[in-house]
């Protein structure tokens, strides 16, 4: 063994058995597949203490990643190693790291399909529990602590869709379809277009793409009228039903200001037909007045059409840096108090002392 490299580690060992807290780091140069080389000394030297070398040499057993919000550590999928010796070994010692040093809680660990679906039973064998799984991955979680119960958040608990009450004043017509599959498939019922709202999608924007796909007809967001709660869906979860009101938007259609002037055309895969009815003929279908949940979301569509109902408005706002998400809120509320405020300033401005002793305040009330 070339002579120098001999000095340098009989140096290092004997240093690490001494007394002292302190460690050499230093980097060894010249490695080559055909032998030890030296090459130029750099002579720079820095000290750690005895407990950094140690924790700086083990760190390769522990899978990498990052902290988050609550306590917890979500593992890099791409520090985890591709056998499942390795993978075993390297997560038994990020475990004990993990409890004992970090005193970690939760533990995210993701799997992808394609190239580490065979490190799933591994990590099952290591206390790991399924959390919820994509087309492409599969997520798995571990709650370290032995004397306090797991406070990491469960799957998705809820789906989500949209109902479009698309209503054109102008016409008092409703857009409505007849399902080609689905739970109203062959029994010539007229509904509102409805769907699934997908992952990352606004239920604004849900609306405005599910009546797009069933009828082609292009409509704009308005308002969102109810919302249903409902449980024991599929596999069961439950289901958050949106009611949103839209309107057609004309600006899409050149030289077409009438509603019955639009093609339509159902979508092939899901709906029979698609029509405009009259409004009253809408809130008045048999099949949903003899449901006292259905005849309630008619009644407020009823009410919206009619101008005495606005529903929620919706707004995207920023939440956190340049993140911007969905608001629903009442503008009405907000428009009467507003209005309050005005008449209130109104009163005050116009309230003075007149030379015959009359307010002019009270002079514009009377005249009211």
């Not at 580490?116 to 290591?126: E, G, N, Y």
């Not at 989500?160 to 019922?189: C, H, T, W």
């Not at 308002?223 to 069961?236: P, T, W």
């Not at 029979?272 to 009644?299: A, H, N, T």
Request: aromatic share 10%; with cysteine; charged share 25%.
């Amino acid at each position: 063994m070339n002579s120098f490299l001999v000095c340098r580690l009989t140096r290092l060992s004997c240093f690490l058995q001494s007394s002292t807290n302190t460690a050499l780091c230093f980097h060894a140069r010249g490695l080559s597949m055909g032998g030890i080389q030296k090459k130029k000394e750099t002579n720079q030297y820095s000290t750690i203490t005895k407990a950094e070398y140690r924790r700086s040499m083990a760190e390769s057993t522990w899978f990498q990643g990052r902290e988050d919000a609550y306590g917890g550590f979500i593992i890099d999928s791409l520090s985890i190693p591709s056998t499942i010796d390795e993978f075993e070994s390297q997560l038994s010692s990020s475990l004990e790291y993990w409890k004992h040093e970090r005193e970690y809680r939760g533990i995210w660990l993701k799997l992808h399909r394609q190239h580490q679906h065979h490190l799933i039973s591994p990590a099952c064998t290591k206390g790991f529990e399924f959390h919820h799984a994509e087309k492409d991955y599969i997520m798995m979680t571990r709650w370290l602590p032995e004397d306090v119960p797991s406070t990491l958040p469960p799957n998705a608990s809820h789906q989500i869709g949209v109902g479009a009450f698309v209503y054109d004043a102008a016409s008092r017509q409703v857009l409505v379809v007849q399902e080609k599959n689905g739970p109203l498939k062959g029994m010539g019922v007229w509904k509102m277009p409805t769907g699934l709202v997908n992952e990352g999608e606004d239920i604004t924007e849900a609306a405005v793409r599910e009546v797009e796909e069933e009828t082609q007809v292009k409509v704009t967001f308005q308002s969102v009228l109810s919302l249903r709660q409902s449980h024991g869906f599929a596999f069961g979860k439950s289901d958050l039903f949106f009611v949103v009101a839209c309107a057609v938007d004309f600006s899409a259609y050149q030289g077409i200001h009438n509603v019955d002037e639009i093609v339509m055309m159902p979508q092939e895969s899901e709906i029979e037909r698609c029509s405009w009815i009259p409004l009253d003929e809408f809130v008045g279908i048999e099949f949903m007045r003899s449901r006292p949940l259905y005849k309630q979301i008619m009644d407020t569509c009823y009410a919206y059409a009619q101008g005495r109902y606005r529903g929620l408005s919706g707004a995207k706002l920023a939440s956190r840096s340049e993140k911007e998400d969905l608001l629903l809120f009442s503008e009405q509320h907000i428009q009467e108090e507003e209005k309050e405020e005005e008449e209130q300033v109104f009163l005050k401005s116009n309230t003075s002392a007149s030379p015959d002793g009359q307010d002019k305040g009270d002079r514009w009330i009377g005249m009211s």
